[in-house]
């Protein structure tokens, strides 16, 4: 397993943007798929999007499909969560998870699939 630490959530107007950002501690993403979830209040936790670092491959929920963009960095230090045109039924606790694999091209989108997770970052879109 790996330390996984989650930046940049916060208050945002409906419509506005954020980056949310996970690093790994003491180790680089680049043998892993990253994921993000979110459980918002009242709700079980659920897939947000998920990145295969080795060959870029990338999925969404279809709800965040357009607005929300997954992204890693050359440095394989960080993911990325780039949160466009944000709704109020965005608002959720945000979570990174990782997990190491080997072979190419595995795109996990289960919170199962998933061994390591961080401690989430709250995310909240007022109206």
């Known amino acids: 397993q790996v330390q996984l630490v989650e930046l940049g959530g916060g208050l945002v107007q409906s419509g506005g943007s954020l980056r949310l950002s996970c690093a790994a501690s003491g180790r680089t993403f680049s043998d892993y798929a990253v994921g993000w979830f979110r459980r918002a209040p009242g709700k079980e936790r659920g897939f947000v999007a998920a990145i295969n670092w080795r060959c870029g491959r990338s999925a969404y929920a279809d709800s965040v499909k357009v607005r929300f963009s997954i992204s890693r960095d050359n440095a394989k230090i960080t993911v990325s969560l780039q949160m466009n045109s944000l709704k109020p039924e965005d608002t959720a606790v945000y979570y990174c998870?990782?997990?190491?694999?080997?072979?190419?091209?595995?795109?996990?989108?289960?919170?199962?699939?998933?061994?390591?997770w961080g401690q989430g970052t709250q995310v909240t879109v007022s109206s």
């Open positions: 998870a990782a997990k190491q694999f080997t072979g190419n091209y595995w795109l996990p989108q289960r919170e199962a699939d998933f061994s390591s």
